[in-house]
């Protein structure tokens, strides 16, 4: 699974040419986008509830997060009037880092408003990734496929492109069998995430990992 990706060609595009791009195809009829999140670690600067937490602040976090449901549910809205049916996949490892304690809670709102994201345990992908990890892929139909990219600190910083239309059937069928053993959002959210204590100071842990 994913054994093409890591020898596959594609083209460096900074963050803002991504984002233009992606949202420039995102519109043109893809039928899908389908994303796999694999870093435990990362900064999301800007991001009101991401700076509470980076601050220190969690109660507050978890307000701003909540603050967006209006925002999500146009986001999943225009997704339908598109035609886009969008499906996430998150890794998760053991102990559950900060970062990714605070994002699922980001999630939890999410997939209040319809959004498909399913968990799986980074433990029952470890026979996958014996070589390398699954990869941090944003898939857009069977147009394009981008794998986000970060710098040292866990800042996004652009993404690959690929275009082999080839590769991306492969990956895409990866993350289809994948998605496929994932466990449902809100079972694993509360079973796992609910019981946890906030994270000692907050955001303390911010550079990437996974």
Do not use: C
């Not at 020898?7 to 986008?33: C, K, M, N, Q, W």
């Not at 800042?155 to 492969?170: K, P, V, W």
């Amino acid at each position: 699974m994913f054994d093409s990706f890591p020898d596959g060609v594609s083209e460096r595009l900074d963050r803002p040419t991504y984002h233009a791009e992606l949202g420039r195809i995102y519109s043109s009829g893809i039928g899908f986008l389908n994303k796999l999140e694999r870093g435990q670690h990362f900064q999301e600067r800007g991001f009101p509830s991401w700076e509470a937490f980076a601050g220190g602040d969690w109660e507050r976090a978890l307000s701003l997060a909540d603050e967006r449901r209006e925002d999500y549910a146009r986001e999943i809205r225009r997704a339908s009037d598109l035609g886009v049916t969008h499906r996430r996949l998150r890794v998760v490892e053991f102990p559950v880092t900060p970062y990714v304690q605070w994002e699922l809670h980001v999630l939890r709102v999410r997939v209040d408003v319809g959004d498909a994201i399913k968990v799986i345990d980074a433990r029952d992908i470890a026979g996958i990734e014996q070589h390398h990890p699954v990869p941090e892929v944003v898939i857009l139909g069977d147009v394009v496929m981008y794998e986000v990219v970060y710098d040292e600190d866990g800042n996004a910083a652009g993404a690959h492109r690929y275009t082999d239309s080839s590769l991306i059937r492969e990956t895409n069928a990866g993350f289809d069998a994948l998605y496929e053993r994932g466990e449902g959002f809100y079972d694993f959210f509360d079973r796992e995430i609910v019981p946890l204590a906030p994270p000692r100071g907050a955001g303390a842990a911010t550079g990437r990992g996974g």
